[in-house]
Every structure is written in C-alpha cells, then in structure tokens.
C-alpha cells in the first residue's frame, strides 16, 4: 500500500454521518456526562505534550520495528497460528487497524480524530516493560514481560474485534492465552475477579492531563471465569509482529465476546481480588457501559443502536451477533 492515501469506505460521506453520530457522542456528549457522574469539573485544557511526536508515516512503518518493545525476541513472530478460531469475515487491512484506534491516554487536544492517535504515539517508550503482579496469588512480584512471553510461548490468533462504538475488525493477534498466565501465577481460590491497570505515563501521554474529567488511570477488570476462558487471550503482536504502540504495546488483553472497552491495553498491574473493582468506564459513566459490556445486538446503547456493525475494511454494515458471535464458548458463563 507504500504511502499513498487511498480514501477508506468509511470515510464515505454515510458512513461518517454514522461515525460522526457516535464518535462525538463519545468523545463530546460524554465529556459532560463524566464531569456530572465523576464529579469533576473540567479544568483548562492542559497539554503535556504537543505536535513535536514523530508520526508513524505508513502502514509498513506502524507494524515495523520502531514499535518493538524486546530487541532479540523478533524471532518469536510470526508465532504459528492456531486454527481452532476461525474467521466468518476477510481480516481486515493491517492500515486500517493500525490507523484507526482507541486509545484516549493519546488523543490529543487539538486534533481528537480517532484516525490520528497514531500520530501521536512515537513518544511512548514500551521498552524493557515490566508488569507488578499483586493480590491473592502464591506467585506476586515484578515480572519481565520478556520473561512472561519466554515462559508463556505465542500462537497466533484471529477474532472478530467490536467496539462498543459500533465499528468492527476482523484481527489477526499474536500472544497467549490469559488462562495460562493465570495458572502460572497461582490464584487463590478466594479470588473472584482480575483487575488490569493500563501505564499512567502523563509525560508521554498528553491525553491524560488534557482530559481531567476521565477517572485516570484505565482500568479493566474480568470475573475470574471469564479471565480463565479459552477466548481470553493476552496479545503481544499484531499481524505477525510486535504490538504497535496504538493498538497497545507491548502488551494488552484481548477479549473478542466484549465491546472493545474491555481490550485495556498497555498493562502494567495484574492484580487478583476477591471482589468487583471499580472499572474505567462503568466509574465514569455507569449508565452507559455495564461492567460485563458482552456484545449483544438486543441491549441497545442508551444514544444508539447495536443491531449492526460497521465493518473497517470495506464499510459493509453487518448484523451484530450475541457475544459477537462467540457465544458457544462463552454463553455458558452467564447462564
Ligand atoms: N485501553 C486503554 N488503556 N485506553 C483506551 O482508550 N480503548 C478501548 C480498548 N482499550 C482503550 C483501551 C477501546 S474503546 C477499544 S474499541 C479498543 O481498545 C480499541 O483497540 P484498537 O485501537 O487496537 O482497535
């Protein structure tokens, strides 16, 4: 694709009314629910951090190696895919997933498109990641995520991946599945629930004090039944590589049968608890996005509909399928 600009399908004049219609709900409708839900009163718009980031420049360099977080370890990808997960869809094209994300602790002030997060990565140093594992576990402490993928081993995976924003991908993710992360640390057996904690980076990060009205740091949590489902998987890699900055590197969970929200990405604390935490978005705005937050076509968000997806690749709209379509694995847990 080199670096020509070819236009998306969802940049199409209907397509966008659509991604307009949710995107500035989210990001501009939502501002003033959290300030109300959090109690926070939104400050003067202050940036740690401006335009000096250095933008990746094309799909090659977005997926290459200015993103690797573990010099010596490229020879782990691509990692061997495993074929038990198959796709209903084609992937989606590796630009589009690398240039269209999520990723709030990024937006920057003066330029909030959901298409320029990317932009503004180059800055965030995933090098030498360490991840503070903490809670009812036999096995806590501080551990080299080198160390984890050595101990873990990497296959590849292919999801469907929904954002609760109604846009959808079809994702191609290298890593582990959480469940054998979680055997290796040895839960107790009290524990009820795993809370993840995304880096709170404010040097790097200039989305973080620029959006004061956000309960800062992220967070995600899972049931622990949840966290043990083969579904469940913690990515390393993206399209045969190292995680992009953008999509979460080094490190990030993936939980295809949830609105994307639950994806938290760049981890930095795995703790094990005996309770429900507080979670990022059900704090901030609990009337808007439940804690399960499991896909489901019949449960309309409060400012629109879930019925249908938008896919990013070709901007066909699908129907939404109950636990994006993984319900034969996953529906037993909420039975
Ligand atoms: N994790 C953190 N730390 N910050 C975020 O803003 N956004 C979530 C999730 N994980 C988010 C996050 C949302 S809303 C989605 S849809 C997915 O990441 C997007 O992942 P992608 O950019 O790789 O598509």
Redesign the pocket.
Known sequence: MGNIIVPKAWEDRELRAVEEHVYLNRREILRDLAVVTVGLIAGPMLSSCSDESDPVEGPDSSIGDRNFAFPGMDSLYPAARNSNYELDRPLSDPFD?TH??????FIHPDDEDIKSIFKYVSVFDTRDWMIQVSGLAERTGIFHLGDLITEMGLEERLYR?R???AWA?AVPWTGFPFSRLIQFLEPKNTVTHVRMQ?IENRDQMQGIDYQTWWPWP?VEALRIEEAMNELAFIATGLFGKPLPK???APV?LVVPWKY??K????IVKIEFLDHQPETFWNKAVPAEYGFLANVDPSVPHPRWSQETEIMIIDGDRRATQKYNGYGELVAHLYE
């Open positions: 997933v269209y994300n999520n990723f709030y602790e991946h954002c609760v924003e991908m995304t992220y953008q999509n979460g990030r994307g929200f994806s938290i990405k760049s």
